[in-house]
């Protein structure tokens, strides 16, 4: 293998896979691509269902911890992200949703530039293998096709029954809604999954390995970029380390970085780029005081409620080994039934006043029920011993902005992730709008209708203070991490420009979740690929 490329790419999680397959497709140039984990040719990474194994599996997931958060009682929640082929599109609950226009039409805002929704879409469409059992959904749009396609399937025919009294519920409250789900902006229904014929299509799926026999790009596995090398104010390589041997790999055009919102930022600082402050700390020389990096994180931050069902749920199903046979037989038979699905079945974006001029909360809608535990188990194969079922939220777009900040200037250890949620009135106030549309929900005559006990905390019946005071025991990450290295205008303002490239620092771009101005509406997974596409 050679030592030097013209592009090397560190990260093959959702964005590193499409450079790869898009920087190597024409032939010309050289690609390397490092990732610190392994392949992802795991049965529980291909089974859709098997990310509640993935969950905690230190193997394919980087496992982090966040610092305690004074806003959640002290509280230092669990940061899973993929550390894989595929990266967290291996190992995450499989919703696709681009979120809502307004999202888009914010970076535009913040770069000054055509990151709108429009041109977006455009983007979407080209890379979204959109189907239905029995249907390919073409698009209508005169659009470049893109020979390798990122699978969006609506498996709502699969769904627990229990989709048809949840929809019924969202009519009786006159919400947006449809039986086919929507996958962009307003509306309520099946979410729509990365899927591909009942096994996961992650990013690696899509785009890595239909790319992987090209003979100018070359994967490296089990590889950890240390640092960016940096010459005369220009990336010229990075260096490495497989199975305990250091080495240097030399780019003759440009170095990407595409470690996601954590390891992005830390790569940057670990190579010189950051607050000089910190470095100067850390004893690292600053090669470009850079005060955005690891700055403005956001993240989606939600909580589930619980409730007893009369109707058999999932839990009938999975929590009883006659159940789990059944859907084994029916998955390897058929590739269908709960295994190939996620949990994660019902639900999308709404607005919690319906007199609000925008979406403002993302609603999970689940035919299972698993109390948490004290531990970060996330135990989909044994849910509650009741039939059960979830009805949870997360606000869309959260003002609270946390860092995450290298804590020594050693690359194997974990960077500090301070999450700051809950730091600002407008983000208070939206938790105690959405509880409420959730005990709205619960107080249907078709939610009525199934419950075999009024639910243990009754949202009806709480004030904001005690709605505010569950919320700050019981909530926790939705894993949707971005906004660490944000693109902007200048150094004033952010890390890289519109084209991604860092500010100060030539053949160096950040292009992964990262980048993102502001967090979108709904699940990061989809906007993560697209910005990859026009990042490419």
Not at 96 to 115: E, I, V
Not at 375 to 393: V, W
Request: charged share 20%.
């Amino acid at each position: 293998m050679p030592i030097e490329f013209d592009f090397i790419i560190v990260g093959a999680g959702s964005a590193g896979c499409v450079l790869t397959d898009k920087l190597s497709a024409s032939g010309k140039y050289s690609v390397a691509i490092v990732e610190a984990g392994s392949s992802d040719k795991k049965f529980w990474i291909q089974t859709p269902i098997g990310y509640g194994i993935t969950y905690t599996d230190p193997s394919v997931n980087w496992c982090f911890t966040a610092a305690p958060d004074s806003a959640l009682k002290n509280r230092s929640l669990y940061w899973p992200r993929g550390k894989v082929l595929g990266g967290s599109s291996s190992i995450n609950a499989l919703v696709y949703h681009r979120g809502q226009m307004q999202d888009y039409d914010d970076w535009a805002l913040a770069t000054n530039t055509g990151w709108n929704y429009e041109n977006a879409a455009k983007i979407y469409e080209s890379f979204e293998a959109r189907s239905e059992p029995n249907k390919v959904i073409q698009s209508t749009r005169d659009i470049p096709k893109l020979k390798n396609k990122l699978s969006v399937y609506n498996a709502s025919a699969d769904y627990h029954n229990l989709k048809h009294d949840f929809q019924a519920a969202f009519s009786e409250l006159n919400l947006t809604s449809s039986s086919q789900g929507f996958f962009a902006g307003e509306g309520l229904g099946p979410y729509w999954l990365t899927t591909r014929n009942g096994k996961r299509c992650s990013s690696a799926s899509a785009f890595l390995h239909p790319a992987a026999s090209r003979p100018n790009l070359y994967i490296l596995t089990e590889t950890s970029a240390t640092k960016i090398n940096i010459r005369n104010k220009r990336a010229v390589g990075i260096e490495v380390i497989h199975k305990n041997k250091a080495s240097t790999l030399k780019a003759r055009r440009e170095v990407i970085v595409a470690a996601g919102a954590v390891n992005s930022p830390q790569l940057l600082q670990l190579s010189g780029i950051g607050a000089s402050l910190l470095l100067n700390t850390l004893g690292i020389k600053p090669i470009v005081d850079h005060p955005h990096v690891g700055q403005h994180l956001q993240d989606h931050l939600g909580i589930n409620y619980f409730f007893k069902s009369k109707k058999p749920t999932l839990n009938n199903t999975l929590g009883s080994w006659p159940g789990r046979l059944r859907s084994g037989i029916q998955y390897i038979a058929r590739r269908r039934g709960p295994l190939s699905l996620s949990v994660n079945q019902v639900g999308g974006l709404v607005r919690a006043d319906p007199q609000s001029a925008q979406v403002d909360t993302q609603l999970y809608c689940n035919p299972v029920s698993y109390q948490p535990a004290d531990t970060n188990a996330r135990k989909l194969t044994q849910p509650d011993s009741y039939p059960g079922f979830i009805m949870g939220f997360n606000p869309c777009r959260p003002t609270s902005e946390g860092t995450i900040k290298i804590r020594t200037n050693n690359p194997n250890d974990s960077p500090e992730i301070c999450t700051n949620y809950l730091s600002t009135e407008h983000d208070l106030n939206s938790i105690v709008r959405m509880a409420k549309l959730i005990g709205k929900i619960q107080n249907t005559q078709a939610i009525q209708n199934i419950l075999s006990e009024a639910p243990e905390l009754d949202l009806t019946n709480l004030g904001a203070d005690q709605i505010i005071e569950d919320f700050r025991g019981r909530a926790s990450t939705v894993y949707h991490p971005c906004g660490t290295c944000r693109m902007g205008t200048s150094i004033k303002n952010s890390v890289v420009n519109p084209e991604l490239k860092v500010h100060g620092v030539a053949g160096l771009r950040v292009i992964d979740a990262s980048v993102f101005p502001n967090i979108t509406s709904a699940n990061t997974n989809a906007p993560t690929i697209m910005v990859a596409h026009q990042g490419a």
